[in-house]
């Protein structure tokens, strides 16, 4: 009698808990769909009611703390998530929720070894692979962002934003056959996939491709034309083909959409300036200031406003490339002669050319901390500017552009020392030579001519030919020697010495050269030079002409289709035949 009254007994606990446990799973069960629907109270309401029927149950713990960690309470989020690990150490899904909430809370290397964390326990935990890859793309970890974001990709290919990060990073260490491959799969299953028509664009755009960028551009553009991102992009290829009118129309679209683009507004500077229209290019132009690749520096003095300098002495600081501080350092001499004093920083490089040439004024080095020397502090020092931001205040319409015969001036007996070099090489006139300009970043590939495509003018009778890169390049000189014969004399001096490069280019008869510093110092120096120019140049060459406002001495050839240098070449070719 006892053991059938202690069965039923038992046998009646055991209904009571495995109804307990149906009550709870249903009501994780709803909070789960709840929360899916967008209904966040109605699932937290759930979950609660979960954790009141059993309130050690790891999964309500763990449901309960992600929701409240999306709705910002971090806190009480914090609790359940570490409740549900104190539970189970090894619950995945819960470490990933608690580095969501490190997130939110910036503490960034927590979130990290949360998502670790996650991804030890299950490799296959997409959204850990992802949160992860951004906070090491957040870091500068780029390798090990891209790894991350690779192996999100494969699990769950359309999370938000994933595929746009995988192209960036892919797009950095240049694999754009693996992107390109990837988003043009995509586009065979879903034609009309908005992403990977951006996407793709953008890669397409860094691959120097802009005809076929801007017809990607356009197909996702017809999908939503209310991107500003979209839009910006399809301003910049429409610019790379030389359609300025339509490149400013798009980056005005992108700017109403969202008035503080500073990418946009930036980018519609450029565009302007490529016209020569200086009055509306200038005042946006000073946005590079705020760009994280600018170096931040100390502001000691005000700011000249552009009123009188009379009586009042201005220090005028260094930045950007060489090239544009010489571009720049035209618009010195008007500062010198109007300030009381004008004291200089430029580079290391350009100190004595620019002692020599700006005698009046002080100048010293750029120290890689920006920092101004106390002897320059101490001069009284009343107004500060940027070299580039000068011609917002001197260069307002292409009528102030003086014409001049040269503003820097190279070493008298450095010069001697070159033109006797130059002329033991025999009769003929004596060409400096450049044909590699910009980095990965300032479109090299489309600034840049092979050595051996420059063959019909370095075949020209009479004349010799002399290297002018910045780079050591006699490797790629000796290989064209040996297959057609031709010389170009190498100088390693002139890479160590930029003064020695200042006096060989006055040296020589003619500078001939792809867009790059060279250009800038020939033009500066007052000698001949011709620039061989791609179809949609950086704005400094202008978007149309033979001439530069900036240098008189300087001839622009430019390409008459985008990517085609053949005909440029087989011009100076002429020209230069003309010219022996």
Same mark, same amino acid.
């Given at each position: 009698?006892?053991?059938?009254?202690?069965?039923?007994?038992? %046998?009646?606990?055991?209904?009571?808990?495995?109804? %307990? $446990?149906?009550?709870?799973?249903?009501?994780?069960?709803?909070?789960?769909?709840?929360?899916?629907?967008?209904?966040?109270?109605?699932? #937290?309401?759930? +979950? /609660?009611?979960?954790?009141?029927?059993?309130?050690?149950?790891?999964?309500?713990?763990?449901?309960?703390?992600?929701?409240?960690?999306?709705?910002?309470?971090?806190a009480e989020a914090t609790a359940h998530l570490d409740r549900a690990l104190a539970l189970k150490s090894d619950f995945a899904d819960a *470490?990933?929720? $608690?580095?969501?909430?490190?997130?939110?809370?910036?503490?960034?290397?927590?979130?990290?070894?949360?998502?670790? /964390?996650?991804?030890?326990?299950?490799?296959?935990?997409?959204?850990?692979?992802?949160?992860?890859?951004?906070?090491?793309?957040?870091?500068?970890?780029?390798?090990?962002?891209?790894?991350?974001?690779?192996?999100?990709?494969?699990?769950?290919?359309?999370?938000?934003?994933?595929?746009?990060?995988?192209?960036?990073?892919?797009?950095?260490?240049? @694999?754009?056959?693996?992107?390109?491959?990837?988003?043009? $799969?995509?586009? #065979?299953?879903?034609p009309q996939h908005y992403d990977a028509l951006k996407c793709l664009g953008l890669t397409l755009q860094k691959m120097h491709c802009p005809d076929r960028a801007l017809q990607s551009y356009l197909r996702a553009r017809a999908l939503d034309g209310a991107d500003?991102?979209?839009?910006?992009?399809?301003?910049?290829?429409?610019?790379?083909?030389?359609?300025?009118?339509? &490149?400013?129309?798009?980056?005005?679209? &992108?700017?109403?959409?969202?008035?503080?683009?500073?990418?946009?507004?930036? *980018?519609?500077?450029?565009?302007?300036?490529?016209?020569?229209?200086?009055?509306?290019?200038?005042?946006?132009?000073?946005?590079?200031?705020?760009?994280?690749?600018?170096?931040?520096?100390?502001?000691?003095?005000?700011?000249?406003?552009?009123?009188?300098?009379?009586?009042?002495?201005?220090?005028?600081?260094?930045?950007?490339?060489?090239?544009?501080?010489? =571009?720049?350092?035209?618009?010195?001499?008007?500062?010198?002669?109007?300030?009381? *004093?004008? !004291?200089?920083?430029?580079?290391?490089?350009?100190?004595?050319?620019?002692?020599?040439?700006?005698?009046?004024?002080?100048?010293?080095?750029?120290?890689?901390?920006?920092?101004?020397?106390?002897?320059? @502090?101490? =001069?009284?020092?009343?107004?500060?500017?940027?070299?580039?931001?000068?011609?917002?205040?001197?260069?307002?319409?292409?009528?102030?552009?003086? !014409?001049?015969?040269?503003?820097?001036?190279?070493?008298? &007996? =450095?010069?001697?020392?070159? /033109?006797?070099?130059?002329?033991?090489?025999?009769?003929?006139?004596?060409?400096?030579?450049?044909?590699?300009?910009?980095?990965? @970043?300032? $479109?090299?590939?489309? /600034?840049?001519?092979?050595?051996?495509?420059?063959?019909?003018?370095?075949?020209?009778?009479?004349?010799?030919?002399?290297?002018?890169?910045?780079?050591?390049?006699?490797?790629?000189?000796?290989?064209?020697?040996?297959?057609?014969?031709?010389?170009?004399?190498?100088?390693?001096?002139?890479?160590?010495?930029?003064?020695?490069?200042?006096?060989?280019?006055?040296?020589?008869?003619?500078?001939?050269?792809?867009?790059?510093?060279?250009?800038?110092?020939?033009?500066?120096?007052?000698?001949?030079?011709?620039?061989?120019?791609? +179809?949609?140049?950086?704005?400094? +060459?202008?978007?149309?002409?033979?001439? =530069?406002?900036?240098?008189?001495?300087? @001839?622009?050839?430019?390409?008459? !289709?985008?990517? !085609?240098?053949?005909?440029?070449?087989?011009?100076?070719?002429?020209?230069?035949?003309?010219?022996?």
């Amino acid at each position: 009698m006892l053991s059938n009254l202690l069965l039923r007994i038992f %046998g009646r606990a055991a209904r009571v808990k495995e109804a %307990g $446990r149906r009550a709870v799973d249903e009501c994780l069960q709803q909070g789960y769909r709840n929360q899916h629907a967008g209904e966040q109270a109605a699932a #937290e309401r759930c +979950y /609660r009611r979960a954790l009141e029927l059993d309130p050690g149950n790891v999964d309500a713990h763990y449901l309960l703390g992600a929701l409240l960690g999306q709705t910002g309470n971090l806190a009480e989020a914090t609790a359940h998530l570490d409740r549900a690990l104190a539970l189970k150490s090894d619950f995945a899904d819960a *470490h990933a929720a $608690r580095g969501n909430v490190f997130l939110l809370q910036d503490d960034r290397p927590a979130a990290a070894a949360s998502y670790a /964390r996650a991804i030890g326990l299950d490799p296959g935990h997409a959204i850990a692979h992802f949160n992860l890859g951004l906070i090491q793309q957040g870091a500068g970890e780029h390798a090990e962002a891209l790894r991350h974001f690779e192996q999100a990709y494969a699990l769950a290919p359309d999370l938000p934003d994933l595929l746009k990060n995988l192209t960036l990073l892919q797009i950095e260490f240049e @694999r754009f056959e693996a992107a390109e491959s990837g988003l043009q $799969r995509v586009l #065979e299953r879903e034609p009309q996939h908005y992403d990977a028509l951006k996407c793709l664009g953008l890669t397409l755009q860094k691959m120097h491709c802009p005809d076929r960028a801007l017809q990607s551009y356009l197909r996702a553009r017809a999908l939503d034309g209310a991107d500003a991102e979209l839009l910006n992009n399809l301003g910049i290829v429409l610019q790379d083909l030389g359609r300025l009118d339509e &490149a400013i129309a798009s980056y005005d679209a &992108a700017i109403a959409l969202k008035p503080d683009f500073a990418l946009a507004i930036w *980018h519609r500077s450029l565009a302007y300036l490529l016209q020569h229209d200086f009055a509306r290019g200038w005042p946006d132009y000073e946005l590079r200031l705020i760009s994280a690749e600018q170096p931040r520096r100390p502001t000691l003095f005000p700011r000249w406003d552009g009123t009188a300098l009379a009586g009042r002495k201005i220090l005028v600081f260094a930045e950007q490339g060489l090239g544009d501080e010489i =571009m720049f350092a035209s618009c010195l001499p008007q500062v010198i002669a109007a300030s009381a *004093h004008c !004291v200089i920083e430029c580079s290391a490089k350009l100190e004595t050319i620019f002692r020599r040439s700006f005698p009046a004024a002080t100048v010293y080095p750029a120290r890689a901390d920006r920092e101004v020397p106390q002897s320059v @502090r101490d =001069m009284g020092i009343d107004l500060q500017l940027p070299i580039g931001s000068l011609p917002l205040h001197l260069r307002k319409t292409r009528s102030d552009f003086p !014409v001049h015969d040269g503003y820097l001036e190279a070493d008298i &007996a =450095m010069t001697d020392k070159w /033109r006797a070099r130059l002329a033991a090489l025999g009769a003929g006139l004596k060409v400096g030579i450049s044909w590699r300009g910009g980095t990965a @970043r300032s $479109r090299r590939p489309v /600034r840049s001519i092979a050595l051996a495509q420059w063959l019909p003018i370095l075949q020209v009778e009479g004349a010799h030919f002399v290297d002018l890169q910045y780079t050591d390049c006699r490797a790629e000189i000796e290989t064209l020697r040996v297959a057609t014969d031709v010389h170009v004399h190498a100088w390693e001096e002139t890479r160590a010495n930029y003064d020695d490069t200042a006096a060989l280019v006055t040296a020589l008869d003619l500078v001939i050269s792809v867009c790059t510093a060279v250009i800038h110092l020939g033009g500066a120096l007052g000698r001949p030079v011709w620039v061989m120019a791609p +179809y949609s140049p950086e704005w400094r +060459y202008g978007i149309a002409g033979t001439t =530069m406002p900036w240098y008189p001495s300087v @001839r622009v050839f430019r390409q008459p !289709v985008y990517g !085609v240098w053949e005909p440029v070449i087989e011009r100076v070719a002429q020209s230069l035949r003309e010219l022996v």
